[in-house]
């Protein structure tokens, strides 16, 4: 069966700092891949998502970045953290732009 | 753009009654709607999914949700709410795909014992 693994899950961060969230899948092959923010009352908002590995779409423009170095890694960065990075991101995964997402337990983020 | 809309943000239900949970959207052609559960400090998980056929999909957890065309909704009900129950709710759409969702707020729910 497919597993999704994120880590850490939770960081503290001084503003300015570098980021890296890391998320990796297993069991599929080929998995389109996404980062989530999810804020206070603000439900979830897409940031970037793969289809395969070097191919990243932005969904906003923002302090981050994300990079697919593997076909099931995907990373999340930010080369100076802002206060408003705050949040709680989420990794998903899917099998293709017609099936259903499948999410990690997400990385609780706090910029201080 | 497509969008939903949650007009609960939070409920609370006494254990055994029913629930409904209300979900609107917003998009000019038939979506692919979903409902997730998020327990605290945890990722989501789905609960149901509609993509195309029968209005009223069953999913885990005994959660049932019905897709009414005429009303943009796909509210999420339950005969009976056990304590475990206790979550925040999500609704979720997709425009044409199945996986760039937009999701609403969600609903917090809270089972009284």
């Known amino acids: 069966s497919q597993t999704i693994h994120q880590w850490p899950a939770t960081l503290v961060q001084p503003v300015g700092s570098p980021l890296s969230l890391e998320c990796t899948v297993e069991g599929t092959s080929n998995p389109n891949l996404y980062w989530y923010r999810q804020a206070a009352g603000r439900g979830l908002q897409l940031l970037f998502y793969s289809v395969g590995i070097g191919q990243i779409s932005s969904e906003v423009p923002q302090n981050l970045s994300a990079s697919r170095?593997?076909?099931?890694q995907f990373i999340l960065s930010s080369k100076k953290l802002l206060l408003s990075d705050s949040g709680f991101y989420l990794c998903a995964w899917s099998g293709g732009l017609n099936s259903p997402l499948h999410f990690g337990n997400g990385t609780r983020l706090t910029v201080t | 753009a497509q969008s939903v809309t949650q007009p609960d943000i939070h409920i609370t239900v006494s254990e055994g009654a029913s629930l409904e949970l209300r979900c609107n959207y917003s998009y000019?052609?038939?979506p692919y709607l979903?409902?997730?559960?998020?327990?605290?400090?945890q990722g989501l998980q789905l609960l149901l999914k509609y993509f195309s056929g029968d209005t009223l999909v069953?999913?885990?957890k005994g959660f049932e949700a019905?897709?009414?065309r005429s009303q943009s909704s796909f509210n999420l009900r339950k005969p009976s709410v056990h304590w475990s129950d206790a979550a925040e709710y999500f609704c979720a759409v997709g425009a044409g795909t199945a996986s760039k969702l937009t999701f609403g707020t969600g609903t917090r729910l809270q089972v009284t014992l």
């Not at chain 2, 979903?34 to 400090?41: E, I």
Request: aromatic share 20%.
């Open chain 2, 34 to 41: 979903f409902w997730y559960v998020q327990s605290p400090g």
């Open chain 2, 58 to 60: 069953q999913g885990i």
């Open chain 1, 69 to 72: 170095p593997q076909d099931r």
């Open chain 2, 66 to 68: 019905e897709f009414k």
């Open chain 2, 28 to 30: 000019g052609a038939t």
